[in-house]
C-alpha cells in the first residue's frame, strides 16, 4: 500500500499540483481517480465496499501523501478519508452508510467535516449553531469557519447542538447535510498562507431543513462521536507532517550536498549536518511514537495521552525542521520555486488545526 500510495503522489500528484495551488483546489477527476484505485474505502469494512484496514494503514498512507510537499492536496484527501468519513462509518446506521459509503469511496461524493464556528475552536463543547425539531426533521441554524472541503466538498457532517437547556458538552449531535440543502450556503472561500490547493469556507446555516435520517450517531452523543474521531484525526494530521518533514530533510540534504560555499559544499559544515542529523533522529523518534500509538489504537486500547503526544511533538517538530531546511537552502529557500518555502507555509498549521499543541499537553497533562 506504502509503495502503490507512493507510485500515484510521484506520477500524478507531484508533476500537476503546483496548478492546483494555484487554482486553490484539487481537481475532482484527481479524487475520483484515487477513488476508483481503493484509496478512499482503506477503512471502510469489506461488506461495504472498502478493504477494513485500521489506523496504522490511514498513517501510512497520509504520511506518503505528506511526502508529496503539497499539503494542500494532503490535506483535501485525509479530510475526506480520516477526518469526516469516519462520523458515518463509525457511528451511521445500516440504510445511512449504504446510501452514502459507495459515493464516498469512489469519489462521487467528497466530504467535509463541520466543527469549529467563529467562536469556537479548541473549546468544541461552546459550538453555538443549532438545529430544532421541526416536524420528522431538523432546522440548522448557525455559522462554521474554516471547513475543509467546504467550497467544493457535496456531504458535511455538522455539529450542531440539539438540546439548548443543557449546558456545553452533552446536547450536541452530528447531522449529515448534503451541499446542495437549502439554507446551507458558503459564505466566503477563506485565503490562507498555506495549504493552498486545499479549499476552506465560512459555512452559513439558515432554516437549512434535514429530515430525521440525517441525524448521525446519537442524539445529543455528538461530542463523544467528535471526542472519539479526533483520536484519528490527530494520528493521521501527524502522520502527514512525519511525511512532510522526512521529505524536507531529504530535500536539503539534496540540496546542501550540491550547494558550494567557501569552497566547499555546505555538507562538509559539522553546524548543517549535525543540525540536520538531529531533525532526522527526531522525524525517526516521531515516527515511531505515531507507529506505537497508531498499533495501540489498532488493538482497542486507550491511547489518548499516546495520540495526543504525537499530534504535540510532531506538530512542534515539523515546523522546527521546516525552519531549519528554508535555513539551509539560503534564499532558495525563501523562493515560491522552491518546494520547501511551501512546505514551510504548509507546515504552520500543524501546531495549530485539529488540536493546538497547547491543548494536546493539557490532554497528556492530565493523565500524567
Ligand atoms: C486551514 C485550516 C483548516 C481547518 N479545517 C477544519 C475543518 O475541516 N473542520 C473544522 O471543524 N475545523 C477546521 N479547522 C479549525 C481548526 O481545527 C481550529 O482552528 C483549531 O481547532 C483551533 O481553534 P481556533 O482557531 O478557534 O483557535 P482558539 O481555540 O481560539 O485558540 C487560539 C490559540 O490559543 C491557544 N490555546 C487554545 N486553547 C488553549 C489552552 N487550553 N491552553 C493554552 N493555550 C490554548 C493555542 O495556541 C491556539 O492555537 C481548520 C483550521 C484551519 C486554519
Request: aromatic share 8%; hydrophobic share 40%; glycine share 10%.
Amino acid at each position: 500500500m506504502r509503495s502503490q500510495t507512493r507510485r500515484f503522489v510521484d506520477d500524478e500528484v507531484v508533476p500537476h499540483a503546483d496548478a492546483w495551488e494555484r487554482s486553490g483546489s484539487v481537481p475532482r477527476e484527481v479524487l475520483r481517480r484515487m477513488g476508483s484505485i481503493g484509496f478512499f474505502g482503506l477503512r471502510v469494512p469489506e461488506e461495504y465496499g472498502g478493504v477494513g484496514m485500521g489506523p496504522l494503514a490511514s498513517c501510512v498512507f497520509a504520511e506518503e501523501l505528506g511526502r508529496s510537499t503539497f499539503g494542500g492536496f494532503t490535506a483535501t484527501v485525509i479530510v475526506h478519508t480520516d477526518l469526516a468519513m469516519p462520523y458515518l462509518r463509525i457511528f451511521g446506521s445500516d440504510d445511512q452508510k449504504r446510501r452514502w459509503l459507495p459515493g464516498l469511496i469512489s469519489g462521487e461524493i467528497i466530504s467535509a467535516i463541520a466543527v469549529t464556528e467563529p467562536d469556537a475552536g479548541s473549546d468544541v463543547a461552546a459550538i453555538r449553531t443549532a438545529a430544532r425539531r421541526d416536524g420528522d426533521g431538523f432546522v440548522i441554524e448557525g455559522s462554521k469557519l474554516y471547513i475543509t472541503n467546504g467550497v467544493h466538498g457535496d456531504l458535511v457532517f455538522v455539529a450542531a447542538r440539539t438540546d439548548p437547556e443543557v449546558k456545553s458538552s452533552r446536547g450536541i449531535s452530528i447531522f449529515a447535510v448534503p451541499r446542495d440543502t437549502d439554507g446551507l450556503t458558503v459564505s466566503r472561500a477563506l485565503d490562507k498562507l498555506g495549504w493552498r490547493s486545499s479549499d476552506t469556507a465560512e459555512l452559513s446555516f439558515q432554516d437549512c431543513w434535514v429530515p430525521e435520517d440525517h441525524l448521525i450517531g446519537e442524539r445529543d452523543g455528538g461530542f463523544y462521536h467528535v471526542m472519539h474521531n479526533f483520536q484519528n484525526e490527530r494520528l493521521v494530521l501527524g502522520a502527514a507532517a512525519i511525511g512532510e518533514a522526512a521529505k524536507a530533510i531529504e530535500l536539503t540534504l539534496e540540496y546542501v550536498r550540491g550547494r558550494r560555499a567557501f569552497g566547499e559544499p555546505l555538507w562538509s559544515k559539522q553546524a548543517v549536518r549535525q543540525r540536520l542529523a538531529m531533525r532526522l533522529a527526531e522525524v525517526d523518534a516521531g515516527r515511531q511514537l505515531l507507529y506505537h500509538a497508531a498499533w495501540l489504537q489498532e488493538q482497542g486500547e486507550d491511547a489518548v495521552r499516546e495520540v495526543s503526544e504525537v499530534k504535540a511533538y510532531v506538530g512542534e517538530l515539523v515546523n522546527r525542521v521546516l525552519y531549519d531546511c528554508v535555513q539551509f537552502h539560503g534564499g532558495m529557500g525563501y523562493m515560491a520555486e522552491s518546494p520547501i518555502e511551501r512546505m514551510f507555509r504548509d507546515a504552520r498549521i500543524h501546531s495549530i488545526g485539529g488540536g493546538a499543541t497547547e491543548v494536546m499537553l493539557e490532554e497528556i497533562a492530565k493523565r500524567m
